[in-house]
C-alpha cells in the first residue's frame, strides 16, 4: 500500500526506508544544514524507482540557480519521467513542473509549482522550490502569496510549520511589510531557532529600516543557530558585513570576508554572488581591497556556467572588470548577449535587465559616469525582473549614485541621495552620500 508523507501528501512508493530518508533529507533541505543530497542519493541507490526522491533531488538543483549542477537536474528529471507509470498525480506534476525549470521555462515551471499546492497545501517542496524560485525572478508579490495562500491551511502543530512561516516572513519583507514581517520571522524562530531563512528574513528587515545596530546584534545574538554547518551562513554573514560597512567599518568588512565569505565558502555560486557583491561596494567607496579581485575573479571563470541565469552572470562580471580582465568581462557579454537571443525566461532577463546593468557596469570602471547614470536609471525601475532581493539589488542603486556623484551631476545627486535617506534615514551611509552630493 502507498504511503504519505508526515504532512499527509501521497507518494507512490511503499518503502517506509526510503520514506524516513526522504523526510530526513526535506527537513535538512528546508533549513539548509547537512547533506541532504547525499541523504536521498544513498535513499535512491538503494530504491532506484522512488519516485518522490528523484523530485526531491530535482528540487535541490532547481534551487541552486547555477548551470553547473544542470547534469544532476536532468537526470533526476528523466529518472522521474520514466517512472510515469507508477508516479501518482502529485508526483507527475512534480515532474512536470521540474520538466519546465530543466528546459529553461522558468516562469512556467513556478507556475506550475503553484498549482500543485493549490491541491496540495501541505506539499512543502512544491512550496520551498517556488518560493525560491520567486527569489530568482524577483517576484516580490508571490514570494509573500506563495506562502499566504496555504497558511489557513496549516496550524502549529503540523511538521515543518515554522520553516513555512520564515518563507511567509521574507515574503512580506520583500513587499516592504516590515513590521508583519519581523513579527513572523521571529514567530518561526521561537518555533524552531535554528531556521536560518527566517533569521535571514528578520535581518533584511533591519537592513531595510537602517536599523544597524540592531542588525549587527540580531546577527551576532544568534550566531550559534545559523552559522555552522548551513549553506545559507554565507549570505548572513555577507548581512553582517553589510552592517559593519554601513557604520563604514571597512577593516572589519574585509575581515569577514576573508573569514566568512570565502575562506569558508560552501562553493555554491550564491557564495560568489554575495563576494562579488561586497567587493564591488567597497570598490564604491574607493576602497582597496589587494588581490582579492583577481582571486575572486578566478574563481568564477573556473566555475563557468555563464548563459544560465542573468544575475549570475552580471555578479561575475563585476568580479573581471574589478580584477581589470577586460578579455574575460568581453567574453562574458558576449555569452550575455548569445543568452539574450534564445528562448526561455533567462534570455528575457537578460535582455532586459542583465546587458544594461553589464554595460552600465563597463561604463563605471571605464570612467564613463554619465553612460552609467544614463544606462541605470532607466534599467534600475525594472531591474528585479532578474531576481534577487531589494538588499541585494541595492547594489544598482548605489552605483548610479556614485557615478551621479563623480559626473558632478549635483541636482540628480541630490534627488538620489533624497530618495535613499526617505527610505532609511538613520543609515550613516545615505547621510554620507547625501553630504556629498550637497558639497557638489
Known amino acids: 500500500m502507498a504511503l504519505s508523507d508526515v504532512r499527509g501528501n501521497p ?21 539548509y544544514y547537512g547533506d541532504p543530497l547525499g541523504i536521498i542519493d544513498q535513499a535512491l541507490a538503494d530504491d532506484p524507482v522512488f519516485v518522490m526522491g528523484h523530485l526531491l533531488r530535482a528540487g535541490m538543483m532547481i534551487t541552486a540557480s547555477d548551470k553547473c549542477v544542470e547534469p544532476l537536474l536532468r537526470e533526476s528529471v ?76 496549516w496550524n502549529q502543530g503540523m511538521p515543518d510549520f515554522g520553516y513555512v512561516l520564515g518563507m511567509y516572513a521574507f515574503g512580506l519583507e520583500e513587499t516592504n511589510l516590515y513590521d508583519k514581517a519581523e513579527a513572523q520571522g521571529r514567530r518561526a524562530l521561537d518555533l524552531n531557532p535554528r531556521d536560518p531563512w527566517a533569521v535571514h528574513a528578520v535581518a533584511h ?99 563557468g556556467g555563464t548563459g544560465y541565469y542573468a544575475f549570475n552572470d552580471v555578479h561575475a562580471l563585476m568580479a573581471y572588470l574589478g580584477s581589470g580582465d577586460g578579455a574575460a568581462a568581453q567574453q562574458l557579454i558576449e555569452a550575455m ?14 535582455r532586459d535587465v542583465g546587458l544594461p546593468v553589464a554595460h552600465a557596469l563597463v561604463a563605471f570602471v571605464r570612467e564613463d559616469y554619465a553612460l552609467t547614470v544614463d544606462l541605470l536609471r532607466d534599467v534600475r525601475l525594472i531591474a528585479h525582473r532578474f531576481g534577487g532581493s531589494h538588499a541585494q539589488r541595492d547594489v544598482l542603486a548605489l552605483t548610479l549614485v556614485e557615478a551621479a556623484l563623480r559626473e558632478g551631476a549635483r541636482s540628480l545627486a541630490k534627488a538620489l541621495t533624497a530618495e535613499r535617506m526617505a527610505l532609511k534615514p538613520n543609515s550613516a551611509g545615505n547621510r554620507k552620500l547625501a553630504s556629498r552630493a550637497a558639497a557638489l
Open 11 to 31: 507518494v507512490s512508493t511503499d518503502e517506509q526506508a526510503s520514506m524516513d530518508a526522504y523526510e530526513r533529507a526535506q527537513t535538512l533541505f528546508h533549513g
Open 78 to 153: 528523466e529518472a522521474a519521467e520514466g517512472l510515469y507509470d507508477i508516479a501518482n498525480e502529485r508526483e507527475r506534476r512534480h515532474t512536470a513542473a521540474a520538466r519546465a525549470w530543466l528546459d529553461g521555462e522558468f516562469s512556467h515551471s513556478l507556475r506550475r509549482y503553484a498549482d500543485i499546492l493549490i491541491d496540495h497545501p501541505h506539499d512543502t517542496l512544491a512550496l520551498q522550490v517556488g518560493h525560491i524560485g520567486d527569489f530568482l525572478l524577483g517576484r516580490s508579490t508571490m514570494l509573500r502569496d506563495r506562502v499566504a495562500g496555504i497558511l489557513p491551511a
Open 205 to 303: 528587515v533591519l537592513e531595510m529600516q537602517g536599523r544597524v545596530d540592531e542588525g549587527i546584534a540580531w546577527l551576532n545574538g544568534r550566531r550559534d543557530d545559523w552559522s555552522t554547518d548551513n549553506m545559507l551562513s554565507i549570505h548572513n554573514w555577507w548581512h553582517l558585513a553589510l552592517f559593519h560597512l554601513d557604520r563604514d567599518e571597512t577593516d572589519e568588512v574585509l575581515a569577514l570576508y576573508d573569514k566568512r565569505l570565502r575562506e569558508s565558502s560552501t562553493g555554491q555560486v550564491l557564495d560568489l554572488i554575495d563576494a562579488s557583491a561586497m567587493l564591488w561596494r567597497l570598490l564604491l567607496r574607493g576602497v582597496d581591497v589587494g588581490p582579492r579581485w583577481r582571486q575572486l575573479a578566478d574563481v568564477w571563470q573556473a566555475r
Open 337 to 350: 548577449e548569445a543568452a539574450a537571443q534564445e528562448a526561455g525566461t533567462n534570455a528575457m532577463m537578460t
